[in-house]
């Protein structure tokens, strides 16, 4: 998705997140820097449970907002699962040698995906495209288990790259299916994510596509009802639907933690605190990318006047740029950093040459390799960890 707002309503939006936020301007203004913890206030209900190696800090810059600049986010790009699933891949061409067959694009990036191809990698729609008894990758995404008993008809040997927060909520589905609870599942209908957790548990699970579907949802019990999310929702509006829900469901469960994960906060949270500042957002990232597109919409609902969304640094609008002072920076989940260094260089060419990050959160997390890949890397004497990474949770339940 691809979208600017510079007309009034857009302008007005601008003006009443500017008042919001007028204790970070008066800190910009006088060139102070802060640091300091903070609640998200837009999510005060749900706020975010995060543990001490997740604690939500705020660093503010001194900025002259009379000269062209850029606010770079952080944390922006890579997060743990990501990571994890394209070292999945990258160790699994290693040790197994081209062709690997991966089913859906591994992480929901352009880029990644033609690299991995150029190395061997051949992404797949379906199982059945996989020739039978050759090795499949399941993406970062996660699958249904009907997806495991197709690949075990034809033999195939799998590495599941499911984002282990993803698996955590996979898990949430089957245990309330199994008290027979009804589950609604608030996501995008079609995403993969969703279509896999759905498929946990089929006859429970009724899609909740924001707060606009909330009017069509029927439950069998008002009474044994329960939320679930998609990992990667903007938190807002995910909020508002919950609202909703409850509204017409009173005893509505909420989740045992937060499914809109980690990364997901933390980026739209760096968006939000550089948002009131800026004249445009770029966000780096692709246009299948859920928690990308999310980006460009924050930025736009919490005062950004534009607000683009690009794969590669050449596909940036000189136009944008006319009258623009302050340009924002950031880029998805899926997103490798060389290519927000693209978009720099290019705006550093254009005169945004003073890039000063702003600092929502600080992430160190790190995920182990799938064990099945694991297993295989030391039996034959290869490295199973991870690019020097020094916290590896095993999985999901360490958060949480
Ligand atoms: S965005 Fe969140 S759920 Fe998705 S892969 Fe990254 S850490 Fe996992």
Redesign the pocket.
């Known amino acids: 998705m691809c979208s600017s707002r510079g007309n009034s309503t857009g302008a007005r939006r601008h003006a009443r997140a500017r008042k919001t936020n007028a204790a970070v301007r008066c800190a910009l203004r006088e060139r102070t820097v802060c640091r300091t913890r903070v609640r998200d206030p837009t999510t005060r209900d749900a706020a975010p449970t995060r543990s001490a190696s997740q604690a939500v800090v705020v660093t503010m810059v001194g900025v002259d907002t009379q000269t062209k600049r850029v606010l770079l986010a952080a944390p922006r790009g890579y997060?743990?699962?990501?990571d994890r699933a394209v070292i999945t891949v990258e160790k699994a061409l290693d040790l197994y040698g081209p062709p690997v067959y991966v089913r859906k694009e591994i992480v929901h990036n352009k880029h990644v995906v033609t690299t991995l191809e150029k190395r061997g990698a051949i992404f797949v729609d379906e199982t059945d495209q996989v020739p039978e008894g050759a090795t499949v990758i399941f993406s970062?995404h996660g699958v249904a288990p009907v997806v495991h008993e197709e690949a075990k008809a034809l033999s195939l040997k799998t590495i599941d790259a499911t984002?282990p927060?993803?698996t955590k909520v996979h898990r949430e589905a089957t245990r309330f299916a199994s008290q027979d609870y009804d589950i609604l599942l608030i996501g995008h209908e079609g995403h993969e994510e969703v279509v896999g957790t759905a498929g946990e548990a089929p006859e429970h699970i009724t899609l909740v596509d924001g707060p606009d579907d909330v009017v069509n949802v029927e439950v069998r019990d008002p009474e044994r009802v329960v939320w679930l999310s998609q990992?990667?929702l903007s938190v807002d509006e995910t909020m508002e639907t919950v609202r909703r829900l409850r509204e017409k469901f009173p005893h509505l469960q909420d989740p045992p933690s937060d499914d809109i994960?980690y990364?997901?906060q933390n980026r739209q949270l760096a968006v939000k605190q550089m948002a009131p500042e800026c004249d445009l957002m770029i966000v780096v990232g692709s246009r299948n990318s859920s928690?990308s597109v999310r980006l460009v919409e924050v930025a736009l609902e919490h005062g950004s006047r534009a607000g683009h969304l690009v794969d590669y640094a050449d596909e940036l609008d000189e136009a944008w740029l006319d009258g623009v002072t302050t340009v924002g920076v950031t880029s998805g989940?899926s997103v490798p950093e060389i290519l927000v260094r693209g978009v720099l260089d290019y705006l550093a060419a254009r005169g945004y040459e003073d890039v000063k990050p702003i600092v929502a959160a600080e992430e160190s997390l790190l995920f182990a390799l799938p064990n099945e890949l694991r297993r295989d890397l030391k039996a034959r004497g290869m490295s199973d960890s991870m690019r020097g990474g020094e916290q590896v949770a095993q999985g999901a339940d360490s958060l949480h």
């Open positions: 997060c743990a699962g990501v970062a984002c927060l993803v990992t990667t994960c990364a997901t928690n989940a």
